[in-house]
């Protein structure tokens, strides 16, 4: 390995680092969205695409949990929003996953359905 090589090895590890930390506080934040509105929400989309039956009733279960899964979404969201938006990025290489622009819009989609589900889960019995 020559000293060009040495040199150009850690900011593409620290571009992979950073992509997967975005990755998954997106995919952290939109789980914990999904268990924070599964009391709630989940019934309602399941019945309105036609799913019936005492299944859905098992998911209402779930409803003292869920402040304890809107926090932990909440925090995932954050920090997801924090590595997207607020940190600086580093320098991504071409044919690198980051270097495509899906990535990002991939990611800030899910973050932004991650923000919307646990708003509407937070405020269904308003």
């Given at each position: 390995m020559s000293n060009a090589d040495i040199k150009t090895a850690p900011p593409i590890a620290a571009a992979v680092s950073e992509d997967r930390k975005k990755n998954l506080f997106a995919a952290g934040g939109v789980i914990g969205a999904l268990l924070a509105s599964a009391c709630c929400i989940a019934p309602l989309v399941l019945l309105t695409v036609g799913i019936s039956g005492a299944g859905i009733s098992i998911l209402t279960a779930l409803e003292?949990?869920?402040p304890i899964f809107a926090s932990i979404a909440l925090v995932?969201?954050?920090l997801g929003f924090r590595q997207v938006y607020f940190k600086a990025r580093p320098a991504c290489v071409d044919g690198t996953y980051c270097a495509k622009p899906e990535s990002?819009?991939?990611?800030?989609?899910?973050?932004?359905?991650?923000t919307l589900l646990v708003m509407f889960a937070l405020t269904i019995n308003w």
């Amino acid at each position: 390995m020559s000293n060009a090589d040495i040199k150009t090895a850690p900011p593409i590890a620290a571009a992979v680092s950073e992509d997967r930390k975005k990755n998954l506080f997106a995919a952290g934040g939109v789980i914990g969205a999904l268990l924070a509105s599964a009391c709630c929400i989940a019934p309602l989309v399941l019945l309105t695409v036609g799913i019936s039956g005492a299944g859905i009733s098992i998911l209402t279960a779930l409803e003292p949990y869920r402040p304890i899964f809107a926090s932990i979404a909440l925090v995932f969201i954050g920090l997801g929003f924090r590595q997207v938006y607020f940190k600086a990025r580093p320098a991504c290489v071409d044919g690198t996953y980051c270097a495509k622009p899906e990535s990002a819009r991939i990611t800030k989609a899910a973050l932004w359905l991650a923000t919307l589900l646990v708003m509407f889960a937070l405020t269904i019995n308003w």
